[in-house]
Each structure stands twice: as structure tokens, then as C-alpha cells.
T-cell receptor, first 111, second 116 residues
């Protein structure tokens, strides 16, 4: 059975500091991997996705993620966080349209 | 370019009433998904359609929930009768499925449902 684990429920980071959000998955085949962001009261916006090819993928808003097959991980990173990055971040894995979402990581940005 | 459109954005109803949520997918997309988001269970896939046909409804909680997609530009999720535990945010998403490729899902803004 497929599953997605986001080990950190809540992360607090200072503005300008780097951010890394962890995502581990369990899947029977090579999955499609996604990171979405949700601001309060809003829908989910796609940050980036990995289907195949280069394991380091660039997304919007300065985010990037690295697919590591050996570790079954797809961690999200940003070198310098802005106050507007405060939101909830979801990792998702799947194929054939069925996505399994992680529980989400709430990111708080302090001045 | 319009994204996924959902209506209503907010719905407050009383237990036992029928609730209908509506979704208009992105034009040209042939797959449509209904999700439910709660604090306790996170994001759950309820049902998805491909070319207007329900493909997997294993996530639909019980018979009180039903979903239809009469054409490529419209879908409904109905709850009858509604119960307080149905209170959640319901998201609709759409994507393009072509051959063996399933592209990215684009989400609507959601409908926040409160059942009293």
C-alpha cells in the first residue's frame, strides 16, 4: 500500500533562514511526486512535481526538491524564507490520478 | 485562464438537510477529483472521474454521499442526509489524463461545509 509521511507537523523558521521539509513515501513502483502549498482559507497550489529525469526539480517561489530513490524521500527546500511562505505544505505521491497526501507541515515564519 | 471553480464557497446547513456541492473543471481537462479535508483525517480522495465516468469511488464514506458528472464541464457532490461529522472543506481538482500519463491536479478554492 502506498503511504506518505511528513515527519514534522510544525516548523518555525526565521525570515531569511533556510527551510527544509521532509517527505518520505512508500510506493510499489516509481511514483509521481508533488509538493503543494495551502495558505489559510485557500485551495492547494502546486509548487513542483517530479515525474522522471533530473532528480533535483525547481518549482515556483524559489522552492526546489530532490528525489532520492534509495531513501524514498522527496524533501522540499528553500534557501531563504520570506514571511509570505508561512502556510501549510503537503507532499503527495501517486500515479494514474490517485494521489496520497501526507498530513502536512505547518510553517511559521518569525521576523 | 479560469481555474477550477467551486460553488458555493461556504455552506451552513442543519443536520438532515441535503447538500449539493458543485464543480466546474478547467476546460480541456478530462479527469476530475473530489477530496475532503478535515483536521482529523487530512486530505482524503473521495472519488474520481475520467471522461465523465466514475473510476474509483472507494473513498466515498457511505451511501449518503453521491457524485455525478453529467458532462465534461460540471460535477456535483451530494450529501443526503447531512450529518455534523460531514463538516469539512471539500475540494474539487481536475487534470489531463492521456495514455499512460497522468498530469498534475489543479485544485479549486474549496467549499467549506458546516453541518449544525
Amino acid at each position: 500500500a502506498q503511504s506518505v509521511t511528513q515527519p514534522d507537523i510544525h516548523i518555525t523558521v526565521s525570515e531569511g533562514a533556510s527551510l527544509e521539509l521532509r517527505c518520505n513515501y512508500s510506493y510499489g513502483a516509481t511514483p509521481y511526486l508533488f509538493w503543494y502549498v495551502q495558505s489559510p482559507g485557500q485551495g492547494l497550489q502546486l509548487l513542483l512535481k517530479y515525474f522522471s529525469g533530473d532528480t533535483l526539480v525547481q518549482g515556483i517561489k524559489g522552492f526546489e526538491a530532490e528525489f532520492k530513490r534509495s531513501q524514498s524521500s522527496f524533501n522540499l527546500r528553500k534557501p531563504s524564507v520570506h514571511w509570505s511562505d508561512a502556510a501549510e505544505y503537503f507532499c503527495a505521491v501517486g500515479s494514474w490520478g490517485k494521489l496520497q497526501f501526507g498530513a502536512g507541515t505547518q510553517v511559521v515564519v518569525t521576523p | 485562464d479560469a481555474g477550477v471553480i467551486q460553488s458555493p464557497r461556504h455552506e451552513v446547513t442543519e443536520m438532515g438537510q441535503e447538500v449539493t456541492l458543485r464543480c466546474k473543471p478547467i476546460s480541456g481537462h478530462n479527469s476530475l477529483f473530489w477530496y475532503r479535508q478535515t483536521m482529523m483525517r487530512g486530505l482524503e480522495l473521495l472519488i474520481y472521474f475520467n471522461n465523465n465516468v466514475p473510476i474509483d469511488d472507494s473513498g466515498m464514506p457511505e451511501d449518503r454521499f453521491s457524485a455525478k458528472m453529467p458532462n465534461a464541464s460540471f460535477s456535483t457532490l451530494k450529501i443526503q442526509p447531512s450529518e455534523p461529522r460531514d463538516s469539512a472543506v471539500y475540494f474539487c481538482a481536475s487534470s489531463i489524463k492521456s495514455g499512460t500519463s497522468q498530469e498534475t491536479q489543479y485544485f479549486g478554492p474549496g467549499t467549506r461545509l458546516l453541518v449544525l
